[in-house]
């Protein structure tokens, strides 16, 4: 895949030694669930690095001080229903006054198609910096019609972050919202006749909710 701007693989040593646990068929539910949490929390780390700051007046014991804390309104994190859910906590583990917003896409059995069912946000999301989450980036037909559902709100900055990549979903993600900032945790190999990343995860969601 040639460069694309606005996409960023974090390959820290902590992620990737996770990622592995995790793409192993034998990690069952409860590993599962902790370990995506934990890697989206390293993932954030890196994803807030430009989040801006402003300058503040406080008292130490010791003298007044000038000093800075983080600007502007609450950080919304929107996980895209179902597998989005599972990289919420550890979002909020950094950033535990983020407002939580859900998004909710079913698809079309006949047109295969994504469509928005349930979109629950906070106010003034044209003052708020978001941060859509979802592990799975495959077609990227749901990430596309969640950063337009968040738009047509009137978002303005928003960030992607999943925690593996399709080469195929990635190009058509980044093409249609070329303002969105995308980060994975892997960019896989492609995706096969089923949908599927591969090498992959497997289906995200039934692994982090023990369904089938
Ligand atoms: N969604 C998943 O949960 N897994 C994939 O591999 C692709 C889409």
């Not at 195929?168 to 492609?190: M, P, Q, R, T």
Request: proline share 5%; glycine share 8%; with cysteine.
């Amino acid at each position: 895949m040639d460069k694309i701007k606005n996409f960023h693989v974090l390959d820290h040593p902590l992620i990737q030694h996770k990622l592995t646990i995790i793409r192993d068929e034998n990690c069952g539910t409860r590993e599962f669930r902790e370990v995506v949490n934990e890697i989206a929390e390293l993932m954030v780390y890196e994803v807030s690095r430009d989040m801006p700051l402003e300058e503040v007046e406080i008292k130490t014991p010791v003298s007044k001080t000038t000093q800075k804390r983080l600007a502007g309104k609450k950080v919304v994190v929107a996980p895209i229903l179902r597998a989005g859910i599972g990289m919420v906590d550890g979002v909020l583990e950094l950033i535990p006054s983020a407002k939580v917003g859900h998004i909710g896409m079913y698809r079309d059995e006949e047109t295969l198609k994504p469509h928005e069912y349930f979109v629950k946000m906070p106010d003034q999301l044209e003052d708020r910096e978001i941060i859509v989450v979802d592990p799975m980036l495959a077609t990227g037909g749901s990430a596309i019609m969640a950063v337009d559902a968040l738009k047509k709100r009137g978002a303005k900055r928003i960030k992607f972050v999943c925690l593996v990549a399709a080469p195929e979903g990635v190009e058509v993600f980044a093409k249609a919202h070329s303002d969105v900032e995308i980060y994975a945790a892997s960019l896989d190999d492609c995706l096969n006749e089923d949908g599927y990343i591969v090498p992959g995860l497997g289906d995200a969601g039934d692994r982090l909710f023990g369904t089938k």
